[in-house]
């Protein structure tokens, strides 16, 4: 039976008492749909000393346990993962469904330099348009700033008129108060 995992694999467990850890594979047994992942599904054995200076006791070690119960994590994007097989230079490799990255070591370098071009370009196209964006900000708040300058003294009229309206009725309270 073919498996889409691999030893050296980093796994993520999706279902059972270890859901959630992530661990890195040590032995794949693909007649029994088996994998090993260091320091998942612990389990505990009492071993017998089998001579006088043997030492019996408990020991704790890794157990197999079913290949669906894991997915492969993608080492480019980060994510667990279902595994395609696409040719890459003649050769048939495991690639990520998510981002289409290389899961084969060998080509794992070079998927992750594409990446960082990728991810450069994009943080090179960003910087650009937030300069635009910065320019075009300043170009307005000096728009703003020339046309506040323009308004001020019409506030100043519309204040010396409040003003009045305040004697107005300082007036008018005065002469009720003399009734």
Do not use: W
Request: aromatic share 2%; net charge positive; hydrophobic share 25%.
């Amino acid at each position: 039976m073919s498996m889409n995992i691999k030893t050296g694999d980093n796994v993520l467990v999706i279902s059972g008492k270890e859901k959630g850890k992530t661990g890195k594979v040590s032995a794949v047994y693909p007649k029994e749909n088996k994998v090993l992942v260091d320091n998942i599904n612990i389990v505990t054995k009492h071993r017998k000393p089998r001579s006088q200076q043997d030492k019996g006791g408990i020991v704790k070690k890794s157990a197999p346990f079913d290949a669906s119960n894991v997915m492969v994590v993608c080492p480019v994007c980060g994510k667990a993962t279902r595994v395609s097989h696409s040719e890459v230079g003649g050769k048939k490799v495991r690639t990520c469904k998510k981002c289409n990255a290389s899961l084969d070591k060998e080509f794992v370098k070079a998927s992750k330099k594409e990446a960082k071009k990728i991810k450069s370009a994009s943080e090179l196209k960003s910087a650009t348009l937030k300069q635009a964006d910065e320019v075009k900000e300043e170009k307005v708040e000096k728009k703003a700033s020339t046309k506040s300058t323009s308004k001020t003294p019409a506030k100043k009229s519309t204040t010396s008129k409040e003003g009045s309206a305040s004697t107005k009725k300082s007036t008018a309270s005065t002469k009720k108060a003399s009734k």
